[in-house]
């Protein structure tokens, strides 16, 4: 199995930052595509950015400029600064990853998630 386990979340004030973190644990052959979505109450979850193994990434558009992920393709973890943060952006953050993994035949690549961590921005 493998497992992603998200820590960063909290309570922040408008204007203020946090870092997120998802670190993947278990048995796979390697990371590929790592990303960050949200899901704030009552909305759909909608996404955040991805980053490749090889760190091309991708964002939502309205969120371009103030959040940056990265990883640590030795660590097999993957971050997400946020930045000049709004009411808006209170919400579960929720890591993925696709995990190469054995199989009995061939290797398969299965996507995987975290279970979240709370982020809530308010004064």
Do not use: H
């Not at 386990?5 to 203020?16: A, R, Y």
């Not at 930052?17 to 109450?41: H, I, K």
């Not at 995990?99 to 961590?117: D, I, K, M």
């Amino acid at each position: 199995q493998v497992q992603l386990v998200e820590s960063g979340g909290g309570w922040v004030q408008p204007g203020g930052s946090l870092r997120l973190s998802c670190v993947a644990s278990g048995t796979f052959v390697s990371l590929s595509d790592m990303g960050w979505y949200r899901q704030a109450p009552g909305k759909e979850r909608e996404l955040v950015a991805t980053i490749t193994s090889g760190g091309i990434t991708n964002y939502a558009d309205s969120l371009k400029g103030r959040f940056t992920i990265s990883r640590d393709n030795a660590k097999n973890t993957v971050y997400l600064q946020m930045n000049s943060l709004t009411f808006e952006d209170t919400a579960v953050y929720v890591c993925n990853a696709a995990a190469l993994r054995r199989g009995f035949a061939r290797n398969y690549e299965r996507v995987y998630w975290g279970q979240g961590t709370q982020v809530a921005v308010f004064s």
